[in-house]
């Protein structure tokens, strides 16, 4: 069984465009996470929910809106696509407190 | 600002010699350490981690990690080091004043040649 899993693996599509990543975890965590790598494979997180309460929202273009309609699901929609959005988009769960993140294994975004 | 350092992007080793991946970070309140995997085309797997306790923290595949409080390190390292090691490597930290927010080195490719 897969822990925390992420659709579509792949994406391309082309600038304005509107896409959205589903994510879904089953380790009964309270707490999910987005984070962006980059091309220099650089990590940061962009946002993070408990329990459907959003609780980190970096600095992040209003472009970028992240959803969650029960403590297992996590989506992220984005608007009016950009080449800078361009990146592998990582999905994450934990449990509440300084504890490990579970990953999933990622959605290669490619806007041309 | 939080900020977790990785000085090398890349280490390169011989199998079966010990290897090291340097980490320092700068966090605010108590230290709590990770160490994750990254296998090309793949998720982040978590190798150990350190929160309290023994300085010294053993972890998945033989890997273990030292940390040092004064020097504000947490060094990865593995005796004997497998072909099958080589992958990007992420140190990622946070404080005890914020656990939610993990923040992650730039990584290191550990390159372990035969």
């Known amino acids: 069984d897969t822990a925390v899993s992420q659709t579509p693996k792949y994406l391309v599509t082309q600038m304005g465009n509107d896409k959205s990543i589903k994510c879904e975890q089953n380790?009964?965590?309270?707490?999910m996470y987005w984070y962006k790598q980059d091309s220099k494979k650089f990590l940061k997180i962009m946002f993070s929910?408990?329990?459907?309460?959003?609780?980190i929202n970096e600095t992040v273009p209003n472009r970028f809106s992240p959803k969650s309609p029960d403590k297992a699901h996590l989506n992220l929609h984005i608007n009016s696509l950009e080449l800078g959005d361009s990146a592998v988009y990582f999905c994450a769960s934990s449990q509440v407190g300084p504890g490990e993140l579970f990953f999933g294994e990622g959605s290669r975004l490619t806007v041309l | 600002a939080q900020s977790v350092a990785q000085p090398e992007d890349q280490v390169n080793v011989a199998e079966g010699n010990p290897l090291t991946v340097k980490c320092t970070y700068s966090?605010?309140?108590?230290?709590?350490l990770f160490w994750y995997v990254q296998y090309p085309n793949r998720g982040l797997q978590f190798l150990l981690k350190y929160i309290t306790g023994d300085n010294l923290v053993k972890g998945s595949y033989g890997f273990e990690a030292e940390f040092n409080k004064s020097q504000t390190s947490f060094h990865l390292k593995k005796p004997s080091a497998l072909v099958s090691d080589s992958a990007l490597y992420f140190c990622a930290a946070h404080g005890s004043s914020n656990t939610g927010k993990l923040i992650f080195g730039q990584g290191t490719t550990l390159q372990v040649k035969p």
């Open positions: 966090v605010s309140g108590n230290p709590y």
């Open positions: 380790l009964g965590h309270d707490t």
């Open positions: 929910y408990n329990n459907k309460e959003l609780i």
